[in-house]
């Protein structure tokens, strides 16, 4: 990658490790404190159509959440060696497919203060999308 290519993708670049962070944190989070995000999630919707899919639910949005952390981590380093941006759009993808499950949860859940905190996020990865899309050019 030239320095040229390098600035010219480092908006992405910059997304998409600000994305790696967020749900690689987030997703192990879940991994390693599966029991008490479990039974907090069941309090969350304990009065919703949703309750008993709590648990396939939450492995859902863990495996979700890890895989598209890992996806944007892998994005950056195989920028900087090929100056694709492809795998970021891709990352992108998964990671507002997964900010949209959350989001719906907790407008189920009637958590809009939680709803609305996802908003940036999206905001984000919309952003990401934009400035990766192979489509557009």
């Not at 910059?14 to 967020?22: S, T």
């Not at 863990?62 to 892998?74: F, K, P, R």
Request: proline content about 4%.
């Amino acid at each position: 990658m030239t320095i040229e290519e390098l600035f010219k993708n480092l908006p992405a670049l910059f997304c998409a490790v600000l994305v790696a962070i967020l749900f690689i944190q987030s997703g192990l989070d879940k991994v390693f404190d599966w029991k008490g995000n479990l039974e907090w999630l069941k309090g969350h919707f304990s009065e919703t159509f949703l309750s008993p899919f709590v648990p396939m639910m939450v492995v859902t949005i863990t495996v979700l959440e890890v895989l598209t952390g890992i996806l944007s981590a892998v994005a950056v380093v195989y920028c900087l060696i090929t100056g694709s941006v492809f795998l970021i759009f891709l990352a992108a993808i998964l990671g507002t497919g997964s900010i949209l499950a959350l989001f719906f949860g907790q407008r189920v859940a009637k958590d809009y203060e939680g709803a609305a905190v996802l908003v940036p996020y999206f905001i984000l990865l919309i952003i990401m999308l934009y400035l990766t899309n192979p489509y557009q050019k």
